[in-house]
């Protein structure tokens, strides 16, 4: 290679790992990395450049990232010294991710790499969680990989460029890690986003920008716009977009290529994935580029056709309606065949290419067909398709039913068309347009469409399946805290006009809707963190499980237990109170109690009507103490059992006055019950059941035998 001549080969969306747990699939991004690293070694490139996505998951499982530091040790180490100087401040480029690294990989003196790998990262395997760290940052750390174009300040981008140098040629590399579409599209339309140039001889740099969003248009802002890049790039390589279009493209506008490497590796069933996949090796010498495509060998072959079965079978043709099913199937079997067959005459010839091809017809039965069943299908040439499963699929026309006031149907499927049920396409942003395309945007209640679209973005990319929980915690404080600086009545009412009013207020104050504000940096901050292991729904449920069934560990045990009694109390009619206690308790936060206590208080000065207490069914025999503490006042609930009758004493004071004790005392006769209910000084509310035994107030009716 000439010494004043970049080699550089290029390549994005390796997705590592991607359905590893597959038997059929697993190996299949592994396969063709290790090509794509092969042909880097045998064409004696200075480096790889790769646009984002190395990882298919944020967090890599431990047999993932043992076969990638595999691949690495065994192509990137070497004796063979690279010709590349890096003169830009290296600790900018490539410190972000500890302070240990400090300089490009090759010029570190501990390790000997003889083929560089410079990479940004992806939305697959974009920085999270305490010390915002990546998972290609696992393998830029002992020094396999240069990670570079990493913000740490996302309210102001400003893009430090790699320079490099060879010979007499210069280098401007720029990178920019992906983040939310929406927030990089708001600061290009702000001018926050800054590009520094080289001082000197700024005209002698060759300027490539590498970045990794969504270059087709989704929504007005889901995207970047390529007349949003400056115009003094040469050539911007762009990640992201899975469709093979490595080939440059002149923009006119702009006055610089694009080149869209594609993903090496089909991870969804569609047309654009089908296509063949590429790498490409660019000659940079001066001011001028040279680009060689090279088809990749060991890709699994794939292969996608849109068919309609009502214009080929239908009443006239066939008239009977078994044999028209029976036709339609065996026409389809027949054109899986012919698939077969074309998959084995364009076999590449590479030993590690996969034998079975992907399969997928996407047909259109105008609703007749649809009862064919997917898998038995799929079982004559599970030993021939790797995705027998998966081989038909029926597209849906859009449903128009009524809403009945629940979800409104027409304007999902506007949304949701034909053409991008099988694409890439992201739920959150579904859920933020459904929710703010009609006039009355308060359908949540207390939660809000950006924040619901943040904690959905949450767990489909990132498996936080706490992450909606979290999202509704923080949106119930934020009222909560919002609700008691405000003086109104406590009633629901009330509360629902606050909460409107709240949400008027704070439009007006931010008629844009700017969802870069405190309230949703804070809650990505809380999404961010990692939950500590007592904080899940399942563990929370048994701790209050745990409670109800042992209610008497701190009171004092009888002196012995009559037959058919356990510990601290009879059975009877303590396991069905036991279920709807804890049925209830599990429905609710445990952090998110303070509302309810908020809600449920009211002012000293009103009778102490607003109380309620759930009594369980009465246990015979032995005696048992339970006190119940309300949130609102100083109310003690105790239960005393002794054989069939039931006693309960409630005292109930307040700052202001004492209940005399005629009012807080019931027993289990109907006239004193009859009484409390007149005095209106205290409200019972029982358990909803149908037994009697789980009311002790109930007069009990038993059959002679």
Known sequence: MDEDTFSILVASDIHL???????????????????????A????????????????????????????????????????????????????????????????????QNINISMPVFSIHGNHDDPSGTGELSAIDLLSVPGFLNHFGKQTNLEKITVSPVLMKKGNTKLALYGLGSMQDERLHRLFLRQQVTMLRPE???EDWFNVMVLHQNRTKHSRTNYIPETFLDE?????????????????????????????????????????????????ILEIRGRNMKTE????????????????????????????????????KAYLEELVEQLISRANSERSGHRKQPEKPLIRLRIDGGGEFNIMNAYRFGATFSDRVANPEKIIHFLKKSAKRETHGKVDLKDMDKMISREVVEKEIRVEDFVHEYFNMKEDKDKLGLLKPKSLSLAISELVHKQERDAIFRSCEFEVEKTLKNLTLRDFDLNVD???????????????NNPSEDDDNEELKELREILSRKQPR?????????????????????????RGRGRGSTRGGSTRGRKTATKTAAANKSTSSVRSKDLTSYFSQKPASQSISSSAVTVPAAPPATKRTTTVKTSTRKTAAKKTTTGSQSKFEISDTSDEDEVPESQVTVTSQSQNTRSCRANRKQTFKFSSSSSDDENPFATRKRKKL
């Open 17 to 39: 790992g991607y359905a590893e747990k597959s038997p059929e699939l697993g190996k299949d991004s592994f396969v063709t990395f290790e090509e794509i690293l092969m042909i």
């Open 41 to 108: 070694r045998d064409r004696n490139v200075d480096f790889v450049l790769l646009g984002g996505d190395l990882f298919h998951e944020n967090r890599p499982s431990r047999k993932t990232l043992h076969s990638t530091l595999e691949l690495f040790k065994k192509y990137c180490l070497g004796d063979r010294p690279c010709e590349v100087e890096i003169v830009s401040d290296q600790a900018v480029n490539f410190g972000h991710t500890s302070t240990t690294v400090t300089e490009v990989n090759y010029q570190n």
């Open 200 to 202: 000197e001889g700024l």
């Open 232 to 280: 003094f790039l040469d050539l911007v390589i762009w990640g992201h977009e899975h469709e093979c279009l490595i080939e440059p493209e002149f923009n006119n506008a702009r006055n610089f290529f694009v080149m869209q490497p594609g993903s090496p590796v089909a991870t969804s069933l569609c047309a654009a994935e089908s296509k063949q996949k590429k790498v490409a």
């Open 293 to 328: 495509i090279i088809p990749l060998q060991t890709v699994r072959q794939m292969f996608v056709e849109n068919i309609s079965l009502t214009e080929r079978f239908n009443i006239k043709t066939h008239p009977l309606h078994d044999k028209r099913h029976a036709a339609a």
């Open 494 to 508: 009330s509360v629902k006009c606050e909460i409107v009013k709240m949400r008027q207020e704070a439009h007006a």
């Open 534 to 558: 007592d904080a899940t729904h399942d563990e929370i449920s048994n701790i209050v499980e745990e409670d109800l069934e042992a209610p008497s560990a701190r009171a004092k045990r009888g």
